[in-house]
């Protein structure tokens, strides 16, 4: 909206066209600026774009001829909560989304409500509302508009649509929508559903109950994806769990909740000096997994970004190398280490080059720390693709179960 309000003089007039295409994400606060170019054409083009390349193309064109059947019922408000249709459900979602009041719409876009009119300037607006509420509802990523503009008015009250297409192979629904003077299609992507941990029920039929006795865990990085797993399959084979979290204190609660009282968790942030933060733990533990992580698949430029290594290295080396310092002082008895790399050091996927140097760097570490330090014992695998929040995406990637990963590394 904001692009083609600045472009309005750009717009031909009469009918015409838009297709757009967002390649990359824009969270809220980031700064994008606007290119308006021509193509061969002489067809104007909207690039917007971030400190991370092209995030979204804008294509004006020529009106198609829009054959629109489009069903007008049932009729339907924004729902309260987005929906979490089935593909199933997916592919027969049809009806109206009834108009919506958007204060300050008009007063925003006044130039595009002039070009357009004011309710298709609405009735654009609630395409996203369709994509994020309704169809695919919850678990969904916006991904492209075709629209003709400048039609005779089709149906004054709202958005009608319905799907043409739902191919669960590639995630991918796109669906035919008509409102006030406008008329196309809209396509998304059907994103995964946050992956959460195994179940503390499911971890105790993997594990015996005194599998892991006697043993008192630190668990950094434990609220969330392979430190979850890992303290509860610790705390069903008889272990005593402490779990850390960074921002995560709802979820490490729940998982101290789900455990039972071998199980306690507190903050702890690898971004800051670990020192003080762990001088209330009140008995050293015998064995460390360190899972803390900062996001891995991040939008960047193709190009190595010093700002982004230098975060890796921070999680992967510097705060790993004062976690073990603090051990080191303490213990009086080999303490055992958990440090999982990544097959990345090797394989190097695009992308990843910051990821896989500062693991590669954090393996280097663990070898040194063990050759001068006889009381830290320490297991540094490079892991496989494990499912977890960080790697499931919109293309299903073979990926490994964190049980699977974890149980022959806890057992050793």
Known sequence: ??????????????????????????????????????????????????????????????????????????????????????FEDMRSSHGRLLPATIDGLADAFPRLGERLSVPSVVALAQVSALVGTICPGLHSILAALDLDFGLAVHDPAGVRFQTDLADERYRLVRMAVA???????????????????????????????????????????????????????????????????????SEAAEICREIGGNCNAMPLDVTKPLAGQLATIAELPTHVYYFASPRIFLQKKPEFERSVFDRFLRFYVDAFAELCAWLTDRASTPVSVLYPSSIAVMERPAGLTEYAMAKAAGEILCADLMQLHANLVIQAPRLPRVLTDQTATVMIVESSSPESVLLPLLRG
């Open 179 to 249: 409102g006030p003077g406008m008329a196309g299609t809209v396509e998304a992507f059907v994103r995964p559903e946050p992956v959460g941990a195994i179940s503390f029920a499911e971890a105790a039929r993997l594990v015996r109950p005194d599998q892991f006795a006697n043993r008192r865990a630190l668990i950094v990085g434990g609220s969330r994806g392979l430190g979850a797993s890992s303290a509860k399959l610790l705390a069903a084979g008889g272990a005593s769990v402490i779990v850390t979290y960074a921002s995560g204190a």
């Open 1 to 86: 909206l904001w692009a083609l309000e600045t472009a309005s003089s750009d717009l031909p007039q009469g009918r015409f066209g838009i297709r757009a295409d967002f390649r990359k994400f824009i969270y809220v606060g980031q700064p994008v600026s606007l290119k308006i170019a021509s193509d061969r054409r002489g067809e104007p083009v909207l690039e917007l774009t971030s400190e991370h390349g092209l995030v979204a193309k804008i294509r004006i064109r020529g009106a198609k001829d829009v054959p629109v059947e489009v069903p007008a019922r049932p009729d339907l408000a924004v729902p309260a909560r987005p929906q979490v249709p089935s």
